[in-house]
T-cell receptor
Framework: DTEVTQTPKHLVMGMTNKKSLKCEQHMGHRAMYWYKQKAKKPPELMFV???????INESVPSRFSPECPNSSLLNLHLHALQPEDSALYLCASSQEAPDFNSGNTIYFGEGSWLTVV | GNSVTQMEGPVTLSEEAFLTINCTYTATGYPSLFWYVQYPGEGLQLLLK?????DKGSNKGFEATYRKETTSFHLEKGSVQVSDSAVYFCALIPDPTGGGNKLTFGTGTQLKVEL
């Protein structure tokens, strides 16, 4: 089973709202990721958690706040977003982070489509 | 730095045609190489991978061979179907000894297969 589950699939939020995206995997993976994907572009890395600790933050604005409550769960808290933040947000996981082993495959979820109005 | 270059799309083919999507990379050492596919409105799915030189990854009739000498990982399929219409991303994860620690994507190639 190589499943990464994301909820919700679609989210519409106002610029003053606070919402969260959730991600879950039960593959025993120790690395989890958030990516942002705009239309017709490849995914862009936002955050990497390795062994439940934030290891990479790609200079993401503070209106995006990641949280890793345990090794199976990853959240992305959203607050005061802008319309240009509308995108597909992809969660992913791998056995270990690429720092340790480049051969690990990164598995992606179906994504959460976010629209900021 | 590490980079992946893919052929520009869209690529439009008739059903049962032969498919090649070119992918070349720049990276030190021996990166792992991947092809991901994204169907309309969906997330990314791993299509195939290769972790060392001369390895051939294959899945669902698609295959790609890791060519160290030409730094390439071209995707091929002998007979495409309408259901193969999607965006295909070539990607690499660097060798940990070669610097870099992220999955690096190409720009993606859109494939359209018509009846």
């Amino acid at each position: 089973d190589t499943e990464v589950t994301q909820t919700p699939k679609h989210l519409v939020m106002g610029m003053t709202n606070k919402k969260s995206l959730k991600c879950e995997q039960h593959m025993g993976h120790r690395a989890m990721y958030w990516y942002k994907q705009k239309a017709k572009k490849p995914p862009e890395l936002m955050f990497v958690y390795s062994y439940e600790k934030l290891s990479i933050n790609e200079s993401v604005p503070s209106r995006f706040s990641p949280e890793c409550p345990n090794s199976s769960l990853l959240n992305l808290h959203l607050h005061a977003l802008q319309p240009e933040d509308s995108a597909l947000y992809l969660c992913a996981s791998s056995q270990e982070a690429p720092d340790f082993n480049s051969g690990n495959t990164i598995y992606f979820g179906e994504g959460s489509w976010l629209t900021v109005v | 730095g590490n980079s992946v270059t893919q052929m520009e799309g869209p690529v439009t083919l008739s059903e049962e045609a032969f498919l090649t999507i070119n992918c070349t990379y720049t990276a030190t050492g021996y990166p792992s190489l991947f092809w991901y596919v994204q169907y309309p409105g969906e997330g990314l799915q791993l299509l195939l991978k290769a972790t060392k030189a001369d390895d051939k990854g294959s899945n669902k009739g698609f295959e790609a061979t890791y060519r160290k000498e030409t730094t390439s990982f071209h995707l091929e399929k002998g007979s495409v179907q309408v259901s193969d219409s999607a965006v295909y991303f070539c990607a690499l994860i660097p060798d940990p000894t070669g610097g870099g620690n992220k999955l690096t994507f190409g720009t993606g190639t859109q494939l359209k297969v018509e009846l």
